[in-house]
C-alpha cells in the first residue's frame, strides 16, 4: 500500500508570494493533518481535515488555509509569505479522525521563502 | 496552555551507550503521551505511547513510562545503535482532544 505522497517535496518562494502545498493520503484514510516544523518553534499543528471539513485547528494566522477534496486529498496554501514561514511542512492521514498515533506521516514539503 | 519540555540536542553517544532523553509535560488532566522519531529526510514515526500513569510504552528497545507524579515520560534504550540516529519528539494530546502538542524534538547521535 502506497504512503503518504507530498508534492513539491522542496520548494523556493519569495517574501509576499503565495504556496500551494499537496497531500495524497493513504488509500481509504479520510482523515489528513497538517504540520509546521521548525527549528525554533518545532513541530506545531496546523489543521485537520476529515470528510471535506476543517475538524480542528491550530493557533496559526488566517494567511493558513487548506481544504480537502472528495476524494480526501488535501491542500494547504499559506498566502503572503513571510520570512517566518520557511519550515518543513508534514502532512499526516488516517482512517478516521483521532490522535496523533493513529496517524501516518508523509516526508514533508520543505518550504524556503527568501 | 498544554506543553511539551525536551532536553536539548544533539545527544552524542557511542555504539552500545544507555540512551535517556528527557520529556517533562504541563497538561491539565490526563493527556496521552508519545514518543516519535524521524529519520533524516523521512516523516515522523510513532514510537511508543502510554495513555495513562504508570503505563509503560515500549518498542524496539525503547520504553518510556508515564510518570504522573513528575509529570515526566523520559525515553530510555539500554544499548543504541548507530541505525537510531535520528529526530525524538515527545508529544501529549489532552484528554478528549485530538490535538497534539509536541516537543522541539531532540537529535540523537550515535558514533560506531
Known amino acids: 500500500k502506497a504512503g503518504v505522497t507530498q508534492t513539491p517535496r522542496y520548494l523556493i518562494k519569495t517574501r509576499g508570494q503565495q504556496v500551494t502545498l499537496s497531500c495524497s493520503p493513504i488509500s481509504g484514510h479520510r482523515s489528513v493533518s497538517w504540520y509546521q516544523q521548525t527549528p525554533g518553534q518545532g513541530l506545531q499543528f496546523l489543521f485537520e481535515?476529515?470528510?471535506?471539513?476543517?475538524?480542528n485547528k491550530g493557533n496559526f494566522p488566517g494567511r493558513f488555509s487548506g481544504r480537502q477534496f472528495s476524494n480526501s486529498r488535501s491542500e494547504m496554501n499559506v498566502s503572503t509569505l513571510e520570512l517566518g514561514d520557511s519550515a518543513l511542512y508534514l502532512c499526516a492521514s488516517s482512517l478516521d479522525q483521532g490522535g496523533p498515533d493513529t496517524q501516518y506521516f508523509g516526508p514533508g514539503t520543505r518550504l524556503t521563502v527568501l | 496552555g498544554n506543553s511539551v519540555t525536551q532536553m536539548e540536542g544533539p545527544v552524542t553517544l557511542s555504539e552500545e551507550a544507555f540512551l535517556t532523553i528527557n520529556c517533562t509535560y504541563t497538561a491539565t488532566g490526563y493527556p496521552s503521551l508519545f514518543w516519535y522519531v524521524q529519520y533524516p529526510g523521512e516523516g515522523l514515526q510513532l514510537l511508543l505511547k502510554a495513555t495513562k500513569a504508570d503505563d509503560k510504552g515500549s518498542n524496539k528497545g525503547f520504553e518510556a513510562t508515564y510518570r504522573k507524579e513528575t509529570t515526566s515520560f523520559h525515553l530510555e534504550k539500554g544499548s543504541v545503535q548507530v541505525s537510531d540516529s535520528a529526530v525524538y519528539f515527545c508529544?501529549?494530546?489532552?484528554?478528549?482532544?485530538?490535538?497534539?502538542?509536541f516537543g522541539r524534538g531532540t537529535s540523537l547521535i550515535v558514533h560506531p
Open positions: 508529544a501529549l494530546t489532552p484528554r478528549g482532544s485530538y490535538i497534539p502538542t
Open positions: 481535515y476529515f470528510s471535506e471539513t476543517q475538524r
